[in-house]
T-cell receptor, first 115, second 111 residues
Framework: KAGVTQTPRYLIKTRGQQVTLSCSPI?????VSWYQQTPGQGLQFLFE???????NKGNFPGRFSGRQFSNSRSEMNVSTLELGDSALYLC??????????????FGSGTRLTVV | AQSVTQPDIHITVSEGASLELRCNYS??????LFWYVQSPGQGLQLLLK??????LVQGIKGFEAEFKRSQSSFNLRKPSVHWSDAAEYFC?????????FGAGTTVTVRA
């Protein structure tokens, strides 16, 4: 069974540009979450989707957005990139509607570097 | 709001020795608790979870954790560490469709 697939694995962007990251959850998983990991702030929650509905959003500026498609695949977008957006972005999926109770399976992440 | 504290930033342990990683949580209701491990350049792997029942939880790779409500703790243990256990370990509490993670504990294993 394939795991959570995130593409691309590595990305270098210039300040001011925008970027779109993609996540394919495990087959049958309908809950998808996104986290940002940095050395300074650690693991921070970005958003969670279930059946194309965003159910929770973390404390990030409006430049960060996401969506989920009918096949449960998800994308997140960051506009007007800043140097501080450099991070490992992790996607996670859960087979249960309440992944916060059941647990999530994480992908290997997309390493975004903003220069 | 829920939160997790991992008091130890870094722990060094000898191969074959026992390991205990501390985790304290803050949450008003019944907590749903998790331990994840992350190897360099990788995502997070779920080691074990607690949401009800027995307070001693068994996980993968020989890890176990004990939930103590009176101490708001969920410490992770392994009786005998292998060199492959060197990694970063994260404790998390789940609520409101998200996981709130601690800052993590880096484990170094010396031969």
């Amino acid at each position: 069974k394939a795991g959570v697939t995130q593409t691309p694995r590595y990305l270098i962007k210039t300040r001011g540009q925008q970027v779109t990251l993609s996540c394919s959850p495990i087959s049958g998983h309908r809950s998808v979450s996104w986290y940002q990991q940095t050395p300074g702030q650690g693991l921070q929650f970005l958003f969670e989707y279930f059946s194309e509905t965003q159910r929770n959003k973390g404390n990030f500026p409006g430049r960060f957005s996401g969506r989920q498609f009918s096949n449960s695949r998800s994308e997140m977008n960051v506009s007007t990139l800043e140097l501080g957006d450099s991070a490992l972005y992790l996607c996670a999926s859960s087979p249960k509607p309440k992944g916060d109770l059941y647990g999530y399976t994480f992908g290997s992440g997309t390493r975004l570097t903003v220069v | 709001a829920q939160s997790v504290t991992q008091p130890d930033i870094h722990i060094t342990v000898s191969e074959g020795a026992s390991l205990e990683l501390r985790c304290n949580y803050s949450y008003g209701a019944t907590p749903y608790l998790f331990w994840y491990v992350q190897s360099p350049g990788q995502g997070l792997q779920l080691l074990l979870k607690y949401f009800s029942g027995d307070t001693l939880v068994q996980g993968i790779k020989g890890f176990e954790a004990e939930f103590k409500r009176s101490q708001s703790s969920f410490n992770l243990r392994k009786p005998s560490v292998h060199w492959s256990d060197a990694a970063e370990y994260f404790c998390a509490v789940g609520a409101n469709y998200k996981l709130s993670f601690g800052a993590g504990t880096t484990v170094t294993v010396r031969a």
